[in-house]
Nanobody, 119 residues
Framework: QVQLVESGGGLVQAGGSLRLSCAASGSRFSIYAMGWYRQAPGKQRELVATISRGGSADYADSVKGRFTISRDNAKNTVYLQMSSLNPEDTAVYYC?????????????WGQGTQVTVSS
């Protein structure tokens, strides 16, 4: 079992930056791939970024070049650095722990943190 707790969400103006953090507890953090999803009202959930156990990252086209995912295995924490934010980035962001099998599959979810970008 892995427990995930996100933090760092909030209200930011368009063009601004935020860093989300996700603290993991329970099972061994380093054995999991990690991912961030987001869901905006009335929209489908979107996989934003993933990072492998070894630190290889992948991004949705909608955030490529603006978001950076990273992990600190010593601190059992994964981060999502978000820059050049725009109102379309407004959503609840969820941290997940999972694995790759061709694609990324989440096993565990955090409770989510709200990100609101004002124009």
């Amino acid at each position: 079992q892995v427990q995930l707790v996100e933090s760092g969400g909030g209200l930011v103006q368009a063009g601004g930056s935020l860093r989300l953090s996700c603290a993991a507890s329970g099972s061994r953090f380093s054995i999991y791939a990690m991912g961030w999803y987001r869901q905006a009202p009335g929209k489908q959930r979107e996989l934003v970024a993933t990072i492998s156990r070894g630190g290889s990252a992948d991004y949705a086209d909608s955030v490529k070049g603006r978001f950076t995912i990273s992990r600190d295995n010593a601190k059992n924490t994964v981060y999502l650095q978000m820059s050049s934010l725009n109102p379309e980035d407004t959503a609840v962001y969820y941290c997940t722990a999972g694995y790759y099998s061709g694609s990324y599959y989440p096993d565990y979810w955090g409770q989510g943190t709200q990100v609101t970008v004002s124009s």
